[in-house]
């Protein structure tokens, strides 16, 4: 008889001179040298995990500057209204000199999205040339259209001396209508505007994940403590799985409404794990329509405002200032909401502080240190950051995004600088209350029913934790939401993007 040891004894049966724990004789549980379980002295064991990233979600921003509504539709639509005024930009101008009429200016109705001018005869314009804005005349419309140009030509009569020559270039002048001057006795004027509104709409993505763990690890303890920012607290290492699984969920419910793009034409996935096939998907298959959605950055992209190239450490103070000069005169020529709120990088946010900061007269001398609250104490802490400021007639609220600053997220792009949010509201009419109410201009929207509701959804299968519903020895959790973001007058909103 004899052991069959594959060509070695087991470690039990090794000599030894004395009796002593060694590497051969006890487990090793962590493969390490010199700190495990194969030496005779007890460590000094710290059992909870150290927090060395902090706080590690990023949740929270559209909570602070939107809402969360509940939904019934595969796409929620709104209209915005358009401009009130009539205004023409690129209008080419012939200059033609007689008694009744000075010059032509043929205007881009297609540019304007229109299919027919709105200048009417008796109306008066102001013509302004496109490159300087220096050149102004002023006019009177006296016929559309002549025997051989279209409907869009305005035959002008223009009024005072002045000999201003305004550019006969494709994109020569702009023009608006600021009034009307009818002789007496004269008719009244022919036409009228029909008001439009600009339509658009959304669909809600469905975004899901799961964590599962065998029924065997499920009753497993662990010698490491568990600690996570949702409270979860014990030994069981199933636990933290979980709770950071569902963390690392509520952040994709924000990052997607955020990041979210529309796909460039509607596709279908056909693949054995859909089972449902939905509108659009061919006959035959299995699958499910991917048509994306629009996200807050897609939505300024497209509708709202992209300042590039902010000036912050190569031009402090000054140069930044002039470069939010210019975003407060092109916000004049949007929606013009007094309030606004600036979500930012940690390099921008700098750059504001700097900005501000350059308005104490004392800033560029020695004694720069004379800005923020305080009373000359030594022994205090000076304010070098800025929460708000006021600049025109602007009200700004200034905040960090941790989104752009974390290392595995936006952190790893030089991209995006920040956004812009106006704080204001817009009444709507909301299908659910059957009333108007008032909502903010950035809100999300979520799919929910008497019966259903998508907004949060977690649910446990299997056959460990309570639930018997599976011959699968594992307990799976599941998560599942179906939303989409509203970003309406993405006109007032500001994206900064890196140079």
């Known amino acids: 008889m004899s052991f069959v040891t594959g060509g070695s004894f087991p470690a039990s049966l090794i000599p030894a001179q004395q009796r002593m724990a060694l590497s051969s004789n006890y487990i090793d549980f962590t493969g390490t040298s010199g700190g495990n379980f194969a030496q005779q002295y007890l460590p000094e064991l710290y059992e909870a995990e150290v927090e060395r990233y902090g706080n590690r979600t990023i949740g929270g921003f559209l909570r602070m500057v939107g809402a969360e509504m509940p939904m019934t539709s595969d796409q929620v639509v709104w209209s915005e209204q358009n401009r009130l005024h009539v205004a023409y930009k690129a209008a080419t101008v012939s200059v033609i000199g007689g008694t009744d009429v000075d010059i032509e200016v043929l205007i881009d109705v297609a540019a304007a999205g229109a299919t027919n001018g709105a200048v009417r005869v008796g109306q008066t314009i102001l013509m302004a040339d496109n490159a300087t804005g220096l050149i102004v ?121 955020v990041e979210a793009l529309p796909m460039d034409q509607g596709t279908y996935v056909s693949t054995a794990e859909y089972q449902f096939g939905g509108p659009g998907v061919p006959s035959g298959t299995t699958g499910t329509v991917i048509a994306g959605s629009e996200g807050l950055f897609s939505a300024i992209e ?35 909401i007094e309030e606004n709120m600036l979500f930012l990088s940690r390099s921008t946010a700098l750059d504001f502080d700097d900005m501000v ?62 956004v812009m949010i106006p704080a204001g509201t817009t009444t709507v009419y909301d299908q659910i209350l059957g009333s108007n109410i008032r909502r903010p201009f950035l809100h999300t929207r979520y799919r929910a029913s008497e019966t259903e509701d998508r907004r949060m959804k977690s649910w446990i299968t299997g056959s460990v934790g309570g639930a018997y519903t599976d011959t699968l020895d594992a307990m799976t959790v599941s998560f599942l939401s179906e939303r989409c973001l509203v970003t309406q007058a993405a006109n007032n909103f500001v994206l900064f993007k890196g140079a």
């Open 137 to 257: 005349q002023k006019g009177l419309v006296q016929a559309l259209g002549t025997t051989t140009l279209p409907d869009d030509t305005l035959s002008v009569k223009l009024y005072g001396t002045a000999t201003n020559a305004l550019p006969t270039a494709t994109d020569g002048i702009n023009l608006y209508v600021y009034g009307a001057d009818f002789g007496k006795g004269s008719v009244g004027m022919d036409g009228s505007i029909e008001p439009q509104f600009t339509q658009y709409s959304n669909n809600p993505i469905i975004i899901k994940d799961n964590f599962q763990i065998s029924g065997s690890d499920a009753a497993q303890i662990g010698w490491v403590e568990v600690s996570t920012e949702d409270g979860q607290s014990g030994y069981l290492w199933y636990l933290k799985s979980e709770s950071e699984t569902r963390l690392r969920f509520e952040d994709y419910l924000e990052m997607v409404m």
């Open 302 to 336: 497209d509708r709202g405002n992209v300042y590039s190239g902010f000036a912050g450490a190569a031009a402090p103070g000054s140069g930044a200032l002039g470069d939010f000069d210019e975003i407060l005169k092109n916000l004049d020529k949007q929606g013009a």
């Open 357 to 418: 900061a350059a308005m104490n007269g004392s800033y560029a001398s020695t004694q720069a240190a004379s800005y923020g609250l305080f009373e000359n104490d030594g022994e205090m802490a000076l304010n070098f950051g800025f929460n708000g400021f006021r600049r025109g007639s602007y009200d700004f609220y200034k905040t960090d995004w941790k989104y752009l600053n974390d290392a595995s997220l936006r952190g790893l792009s030089n991209e995006i600088d920040g």
